[in-house]
């Protein structure tokens, strides 16, 4: 399956060499710390049914993507998304994700998850507000220690779970339309502008900020709210009672 769009080429990765390429691709956005993810793993589950994808331009790579198959038939789990740091504000992640959604329904998932830290302002705009994608699952550091640009803070890290037949996220395929409307009551739940920034230039507010918004989170989520939305101008979660 291949897509084309205003000079973008997305399509699954076709060759050891471009799996290869993949590898180093990895480090280029996650750090040289940050263990990437093998290609001959890759292959191997590429053959098995899961999906490795590109974003290119002028034969150069790009974004990456990388789901496999789960116990259930019809979800996929979505492990990696990067767009090159030099290639990003062209929309490729929302390209990306929107490849990957008539990828899997083409075969007969319905349901992409994957997870993602909660407190990158970039990554809660896609996932929740652009994708519709929605989360009532949290993992307190879930990878562990890690490196690269995730180093330094416990790896909390959220499950979206994305409905790819679902109304929200239909009518998020015209990127011209608003959101839908949460309802009035709705929980807000603040996150940092520019979490990244604070990794670089103020860890102990890094760490605070971390702990703050799990507590408000994990509370949230047992008392049965889920978030539905994703505020960009407040920079809030946006929950209701399921």
């Known amino acids: 399956m291949k897509v084309e769009q205003s000079g973008i080429t997305i399509r699954e990765l076709n060759s050891v060499t471009e799996l290869k390429r993949s590898e180093r691709f990895q480090k280029e956005v996650w750090g040289e710390d940050d263990p990437s993810d093998n290609s001959d793993i890759m292959l191997a589950i590429q ?10 331009k002028d034969g150069r790579m790009l974004g990456f993507l990388f789901g496999f198959p789960t116990s259930q038939p019809d979800a996929q789990h979505s492990h990696r998304l990067a767009v090159h740091p030099d290639s990003r504000g062209m929309g490729l992640g929302a390209k990306l994700k929107w490849y990957q959604r008539d990828w899997c329904l083409q075969r007969g998932i319905n349901v992409v998850r994957w997870t993602y ?9 896609l996932n929740i507000a652009r994708l519709g ?8 550091d879930y990878y562990g220690e890690m490196e690269g640009i995730n180093a330094g803070v416990p790896s909390d890290r959220l499950v979206a779970e994305w409905h790819l037949n679902a109304p ?25 502008a520019d979490f990244a920034g604070l990794l670089s230039h103020d860890m102990d507010k ?7 918004v ?4 994990t509370t949230a989520f047992k008392a049965g709210y889920r978030i539905v939305g994703f505020d960009v101008d407040t920079c809030a979660y946006l929950l209701i009672q399921q």
């Open 47 to 56: 053959h098995e049914g899961g999906l490795v994808a590109g974003a290119f």
């Open 117 to 125: 830290d909660p407190l990158r302002r970039i990554n809660a705009s």
């Open 133 to 140: 994608a929605t989360a009532g699952i949290y993992h307190e």
């Open 168 to 192: 929200e996220v239909v009518q998020r395929l015209d990127p011209s339309v608003a959101q839908p409307h949460v309802p009035e009551g709705s929980l807000k739940i603040t996150i940092p």
């Open 206 to 212: 890094a760490i605070s900020e971390r702990l703050r």
């Open 214 to 217: 799990r507590e408000e989170l």
